[in-house]
C-alpha cells in the first residue's frame, strides 16, 4: 500500500471514529498509535510516549490554566453584571443600545479569559434575561450573545491562538496581537449591524424608555462607569509586562490569574464557592486540552514519517496546478465545512500536520495564517449542524428558544465574520500591523 493511500486511510478512519461518538484525543490518538505499531513494528509504540514528554517540555502550556481560572474567576464572582448595568445605563437611550452593550461586554469578557465557552455563559445568564424584559426580538437577542462570545477566541488572551502556537511553533505573543485589530473590526461590524437594523426597524430592539432614563442620576452613571476600569486593569497587568519583554507569557498568565482573584477579593465575591468551582472546571478543561495535543503530536509524527504533507502538496502545486492564492481559499473552505461537524480544537489537531506546513511551504505567514483559522473557527462554532455555540445557547436558554429559532439567528452574524475573514485575506496587515509595530 502506498503512503498517501495509507494517510487517506488513517484520516478517513479518524473521522469515522469521531461521527460515532468517540472522544476527540480518543479517536486521534488510537488511529495514530495503531497506524505506528503496523508501520513501524513495536518500537512505533514510542511516538506516544515521546509526544507526552515533548508536551511536558512546552512551557507555554502552563498559560492555559492560567487562563481558563482567570476566565472563571471572573464569571463565578459576577463581575461582569457590573460591567452590563455599565453598558445598559449608557446605551439604554439607543435603539438597539443594550444589544450594542453586549457586544461591548463580550469584547471585554474576551479580554479577561480568552474562552468562548465563558462568553456565552455570561451572555445567556445576565444579558438574555436583560434583553427579554425589554422586548427585545428573540432572534436578535440569540445572534447577538452566540455572534458575542464567539469573540473570545480571538481577543487575546486567545486560548485557541495559544493551541495553534504549540502546534506551529509560533510565538504566542505575536498571534494575540495579531488577532486584536480583527477581533476589534469584528466587533466593530457587529456594532455597524445592529445599528443598521435597529434603525430600519426599532421594534427590533427598544430604545430605554424616558421614565427609566430620568431615574437614573449622573452620579450613578459615573460610578457605573468605574466597572469598565476592572477588565482594563486585569488586562494591563497581564499585558503590558509581557509585550515590554518584562515577564515571559507563563509569568503573565499567572499575574492575569493573581489580579482577576484580588479583584474578586476586593469586591468582596471570592467565595469558597466560587474557588472550588473555578478550580474544578480549570482542572477538567485543561487535562481535555493536554489530551487531545497529546494525541495530535502522536498523529502528526506518524503523518510526518509517512510524508503525507508533502505528497498532499505536491498534489495542489504539481498535480492540479493551483496557484498558492487557490489553495489558500480551499483550506479556508474545508475549514468552515469541517466547523459544522467539529469543534476548533478537533479540526486544528487534524489539519495541523498538513495546513501548518502546507501554508509554510507556499510562503504564507504562519501569524496571519493563525489569524485565519481562528476567524474560520469562530464561524464554525455557529453553523449547523454542529456549531458548538448553538447547542450551548440551546442548554442556557429559556424553551422558547428553539433550535429552528437559534439556526436563524446566526445568520447575519456568520455572515458578518465571513466579511471579516475575506477582509483579513485580501488585507494582511489588519492582523500584521501590530506585532510588527510592537515586536
Known sequence: MSYEMIAALMFSTMLLMMLTGQRV?????????????????????DMGFSSIMKLMKWNALLTLPMFIFMGYVMSESRLAEDLYKMFYVWFGPLPGGLAIGTIMLMVMISAMNGLSVAGMAIGATIALPELLKRNYDKLMISGVIQGGSSLGILIPPSVVLV?????????????????????????TLFVIYIVVRCRLNPSLAPAMSAEERADITWAERIRLLRAALLPIIIFAAMMIPFIKGWTSLTEASVIGALTSVAVAVIKGRFTRDVFETATRNTLAITVMFMLIIMA??????VFDGLGAGRAIE???VQDLGLTPWQILILMQLSFLIMG????????????APIYVG???????DLIWYGVLYTITCQIAYLT???GYNLFLMRALAPPEFTLTLIYRSVFPFVLVMLLTLILVMIFPQIALWLPEKLL
Not at 296 to 301: I, K, N, Q, T, V
Open 25 to 45: 484525543f480518543g479517536a486521534i490518538g488510537f488511529v495514530a498509535v495503531v497506524a505506528a505499531i503496523l508501520l513501524w513494528g513495536p518500537g512505533g509504540s
Open 163 to 187: 493551541l495553534f502556537a504549540q502546534i506551529a511553533r509560533q510565538p504566542v505573543s505575536q498571534l494575540w496581537l495579531a488577532g486584536l485589530m480583527p477581533g476589534l473590526l469584528m466587533a
Open 296 to 301: 495530535a503530536l502522536s498523529f502528526g509524527a
Open 314 to 316: 505536491n498534489l495542489f
Open 340 to 351: 459544522m461537524f467539529l469543534d476548533d480544537t478537533a479540526m486544528l489537531v487534524i489539519v
Open 358 to 364: 502546507l501554508a509554510k511551504a507556499l510562503g504564507f
Open 384 to 386: 449547523p449542524p454542529f
